[in-house]
Every structure is written in structure tokens, then in C-alpha cells.
């Protein structure tokens, strides 16, 4: 929505990245902006006729006339609370809002982002941004935006109102404004620093937290529970220090204020008095009345935004964390990116190198021609390569050197939807969404049929424990699945993979979780879903592979060995020693 960059380290460009989303409800904000003038000048006309109303009618008695002027200014002052109420019910939805609409961008981008950048940020610190941090900024729009809004105004109109009255009593309380201004100024910088310091140690231990409950099995299994609560206590308590140091440091400013106030009131009301005992007819009671409650009304947004500040200081640190996220540089197709619908299935690895970073390189030189209908295996011990090279067919990552080619067509010149739509990946690691088994495996291909996603999961060998759950079909899915097993979790993204029926498929350990007997079952599936088909096939049960038209056995990053199973065998290299390893004995 608002892809306009600015550098988030200045708060001042942080102020007007979040106008630019504010600025799409100028009317509401308008209507607030009038409300506030009329609540204003309510309050600066009612205050001056307090001053009036001390000096004509109760200094001689006018009981007729006071009772007519505090009526009249009782019908003001109910009007000015209910636009004030308008003013605040206004602002909530526009909070809410904008809230929503920054919530949607940093949603949207994390969607398109490259692989890369979730390899190089904690989950926990992601999601603390798009949760915590947006949440934040909510808070400060509902609470702060009003009072700074109506704030500015009362502060110009309670000024002006003061000058007019008494020039002298004006200027002591400039002079006191002035001191907080550079005071809190100074404080501001430093504290802007120390929220940063806690946002990013509230991430961390959002990390934490994730991994904790992601991981409680293992946690327990290996009765790690100890080491745990001494990392997370550390964690926690590195981020008490820097809530505190942030919260203590914003917390210096009220009070200095507050001094501040109170020295001003005393000159102000020193001095009145003695001009009206020196003789000054400028000053009776009811102007120093008057000009007291005017001075309460000028500082007082001051005071409240002072009060405020760990919440603004918070919500400006909030705010640039999400729009680092959310101008973070998404996956583009290049300009003019071919578009291709269907393929034949011809793939070719041109003198591939790819590393994540500069000093670890992690495939070198990879050439590989994968014909149409073939089944292609990858051997090797883990961390060699082989799930790298797959996520390069699918332009997950950038080259370093050479190229990937799909019918001759360098895949990073395609339209990453088309070629994401002609392959299909069945993970070692199943995720499944929370949503019903039939919406999860629907997904690969949205109009497929019940039929066919019946069929699918009958092929899968799913079909059968999926009749058994009391829903069936409609079972709603929660915490990945967490409630099935392993093996069924995995059959569930296998049949998935059916339904999505794409002529290149990437089986990347797909049957590791399930037992021998249905492991049986599946590869009969498999060869069926296979017939026709480029196939990719990931494995370290060699015995899953021998009828592959080629295997490629890959060590540190480099193709050693290529060919079929009974010429490795014969070969007696690498391959022949990682089988015999499996089948001895």
C-alpha cells in the first residue's frame, strides 16, 4: 500500500511514514480537527468568563446574573464533552484502521520475501514485529494521536488567549516551557536508543518462546527442562534491564515538568499579587483566575504527552521495526518475465555454484540433464547438497554461476508463479495449515473436485485413517496437525502433492517418517504418480531409488558418481559403499 522508503533511523521521517497511512482518513481526521477548535474555544471562552464572573458578579453580589452565566456555561461545557467523545470514537477507528492496513503490508510483504531473509531473522523476532510491535503503534495512535492532535491546538489557542490577557504573566511562563522543551529534548534522544534495546531483547525472547514450545517433546525427552528455564531466565531478565533502563529514563521528564509547573504558578501568582497591591489595575483576581486555568490548559497537554512519552518513544521504535520488514525486498519476477503454463519436463543444470553467503559455499559446478518422464535420485550424506539443488529448481535462491533451465528456459527469466505451479515439493518436514484435511489438500490445485482429492488420498494410502477421524474429510487441522502422528502428517502432504498433480514432482525424503509396511504402499503409489512425470527423488533408503533412470551421488557440494544402480554397484565407489552399509548383514 505505501511503498514509499525513508530511512526509519530518524524518528522525524518515522513520523511521516505513518502520516502517509493516517492521510487515507483525512476526512475523519478533519472532523476531528474542527471538533478540537470548537472544544478549545469553548474552553478558552468559558475560562475567561470564570475571570469575568469573579470580578462583576461576585465581587458585587449579582447572584441573578451568576446562576444565568454558570447555566450558560454548563450547556457549553456538556456540548465540548460529547464532540470530545466524537472526537475520541473517531480517532479509535481510525487507529484501528491504520493499524489494519500496516498489519496488511507487513503480512503482504513477509509473503514475498525470499528465503534468504527468513534464513538471516529469528521467527520469534518476526512475528514479535508483526504482533507487539504493530500493537504498539495502535496503542499510540488511540491514546496519544488525540491528545497531540487537540494537544497543538489548545496549546496555539490557550497561548494566544494568555498573550492577549497579560503579556507579562506570558512570558514567565515561556521561560518555563522553554527549560522542559531542551530538557526533554536531550532525554528523548536517549531514550529512542534504550526502546530500541528492549523491542529487540522483547524479540529475542519471543524467539525463545517459539522454540520452547515448538521443541517441548525434545525438551523433555532429554530432560533439557533446567537448561532451558536458565536460558529463558536470562533472556528475561535481559530484557527487564532494558524495559527498565527505557521506562526509568522516560519517566525523568514528567517530573522535571511538573517542578517546572508548579515554579511557574508560584512566579505567576507572586507577581499578580503584587501588582494589585502595587495599584496595577491590568491585573484584578479574576485575570490572575483566568490566566491560571489558561496556564493549566497550555501545559496540561504538555504534561500528558510528557507522561506519555514511553509510549510514543515505544510506538516510533515500533514503528521502524515493522517498516524495515515491510520495506524489506520482496521476490520480483524480472521485468518481461516469460510466462510458461506447461512444460515437458526437460530440466538442465548448467555449471550451477551457489553459496548461502561468501565463505560457505555450498554447491560447485553442478551439471545435471534430468529427460522428460525421468526419475532422477540424490544420494549422499546430509549436508551435502541435494535439498539445495531442488530449492534451485524452484528459484528459491539466486545463483552464484551457471544456470537452471526448464525446456531450455532459465527458470529465474520465468514467472515464479507458473514455475511453482508445474512442480510439486513433498518436504521431509510435512507442514499442514489450520484449516480441514480436505482445504490442506486442496491447496496444490484450489478447483480440484472431492473426488479427486478422495482419490488422491486413496492413492496415498491417507484415505483410510482419514475415514476413521469423526469429521473425516472435514477435520479441522490445528497446531500442524499435531493430534496425527508423523507418518500420517506426511501421508497427508503426499496425497496433497497428488491432488496438485504437476508434471514435475521433488520427493525430498517424502516416506523417512513412515513405517516399512506403508512405505511399501506409497512407492507403488508414487510409481503410478511418477509414470509421465520428471521425478526428483531425495532419499537415504537407497532401496527406494534402484529403479531411478539416473542417481547422482553428491559429496560437499560436487556431483561424484552418476548413473544407474547396477552400474554404481559395479562401480564399487561411494554409492556401492552407502548401499552396502544399508544391507549388511
Request: aromatic residues 8%; negative net charge.
Amino acid at each position: 500500500m505505501h511503498r514509499e522508503k525513508v530511512d526509519v533511523g530518524d524518528w522525524r521521517q518515522t513520523v511521516r511514514r505513518l502520516w502517509q497511512y493516517l492521510v487515507t482518513y483525512r476526512i475523519r481526521l478533519i472532523v476531528v480537527f474542527l471538533l478540537t477548535i470548537v472544544t478549545t474555544v469553548v474552553t478558552v471562552v468559558g475560562t475567561r468568563i470564570n475571570g469575568i464572573v469573579i470580578d462583576r458578579y461576585i465581587a458585587h453580589h449579582q447572584v441573578r446574573m451568576l446562576m444565568i452565566v454558570c447555566g450558560a456555561m454548563a450547556v457549553m461545557y456538556l456540548i465540548a464533552s460529547i464532540f470530545t467523545y466524537f472526537q475520541n470514537s473517531i480517532m479509535i477507528k481510525v487507529a484501528q484502521a491504520t493499524s489494519a492496513a500496516i498489519r496488511h503490508d507487513i503480512f503482504a510483504n513477509l509473503q514475498l520475501l525470499p528465503m534468504r531473509y527468513f534464513d538471516t531473522h529469528d521467527n520469534g523476532d518476526v512475528m514479535s514485529r508483526l504482533t507487539n510491535d504493530v500493537d504498539n503503534i495502535n496503542t499510540a495512535l488511540m491514546q496519544t494521536f488525540v491528545q497531540l492532535f487537540t494537544g497543538i491546538i489548545s496549546i496555539v489557542g490557550m497561548g494566544i488567549a494568555m498573550l492577549i490577557l497579560s503579556p507579562v504573566l506570558t512570558g514567565i511562563t515561556l521561560l518555563g516551557s522553554v527549560a522542559t522543551y531542551f530538557f526533554s529534548r536531550g532525554i528523548a534522544k536517549i531514550t529512542q536508543k534504550a526502546f530500541m534495546t528492549q523491542q529487540q531483547a522483547l524479540g529475542s525472547l519471543n524467539t525463545q518462546i517459539e522454540e520452547s514450545v515448538s521443541g517441548k517433546q525434545v525438551v523433555q525427552l532429554f530432560d533439557h527442562v533446567d537448561d532451558t528455564m536458565a536460558t529463558f531466565d536470562a533472556t528475561n531478565r535481559d530484557y527487564t534491564q532494558a524495559a527498565f533502563r527505557a521506562q526509568a529514563l522516560s519517566s525523568i521528564i514528567g517530573p522535571f515538568n511538573n517542578m517546572t509547573n508548579n515554579v511557574v504558578y508560584v512566579l505567576i501568582t507572586a507577581v499578580g499579587a503584587l501588582s494589585i497591591l502595587g495599584g496595577n489595575h491590568l491585573i484584578t483576581v479574576g485575570i490572575i483566575f483566568t490566566f491560571l486555568i489558561y496556564l493549566r490548559n497550555f501545559t496540561g497537554p504538555i504534561n500528558n504527552l510528557l507522561d506519555l512519552i514511553n509510549t510514543l518513544q515505544l510506538s516510533l521504535v515500533s514503528a521502524q521495526r515493522v517498516f524495515e520488514v515491510i520495506d524489506a525486498e520482496p521476490e520480483r519476477d524480472v521485468p518481461n518475465a516469460a510466462q510458461m503454463l506447461t512444460t515437458k519436463g526437460q530440466v538442465t543444470f548448467d555449471h550451477v555454484s551457489f553459496a548461502y553467503d561468501d565463505t560457505r559455499v555450498i554447491l560447485k559446478d553442478i551439471n545435471l540433464t534430468a529427460a522428460p518422464g525421468e526419475m532422477v535420485a540424490l544420494v549422499g550424506q546430509t549436508g551435502a547438497g541435494k535439498t539445495t539443488i531442488m530449492n534451485l529448481l524452484t528459484n528459491l535462491y539466486p545463483l552464484q554461476s551457471g544456470r537452471v533451465l526448464l525446456d531450455g528456459q532459465d527458470v529465474t527469466m520465468l514467472r515464479r508463479a507458473d514455475l511453482r505451479h508445474l512442480i510439486t515439493v513433498v518436504q521431509q518436514e510435512s507442514f499442514l495449515f489450520g484449516m480441514t484435511i480436505r482445504e490442506n489438500l486442496r491447496m496444490g490445485r484450489p478447483e480440484a473436485t472431492d473426488a479427486e482429492i478422495e482419490q488422491a488420498a486413496q492413492a496415498a494410502n491417507a484415505h483410510n485413517f482419514i475415514s476413521q477421524l469423526p469429521d473425516g474429510y472435514d477435520t479441522e487441522l490445528r497446531e500442524n496437525a499435531s493430534a496425527l502422528s508423523q507418518g500420517q502428517r506426511q501421508l497427508l502432504s503426499i496425497a496433497r502433492a497428488f491432488v496438485a498433480a504437476a508434471p514435475i514432482l521433488v520427493l525430498d525424503e517424502a516416506t523417512a517418517a513412515i513405517d516399512s509396511n506403508t512405505e511399501a504402499d506409497v512407492q507403488r503409489a508414487m510409481s503410478r504418480l511418477m509414470t509421465g512425470k520428471t521425478s526428483f527423488v531425495i532419499a537415504h533408503r537407497l532401496s527406494t531409488i534402484q529403479a531411478a533412470d539416473q542417481i547422482l551421488v553428491i559429496d560437499q557440494g560436487q556431483v561424484v558418481e552418476r548413473g544407474t544402480h547396477e552400474a554404481l554397484l559395479a562401480q564399487n565407489g561411494e554409492y556401492a559403499e552407502l548401499y552396502n552399509s544399508q544391507f549388511e548383514g
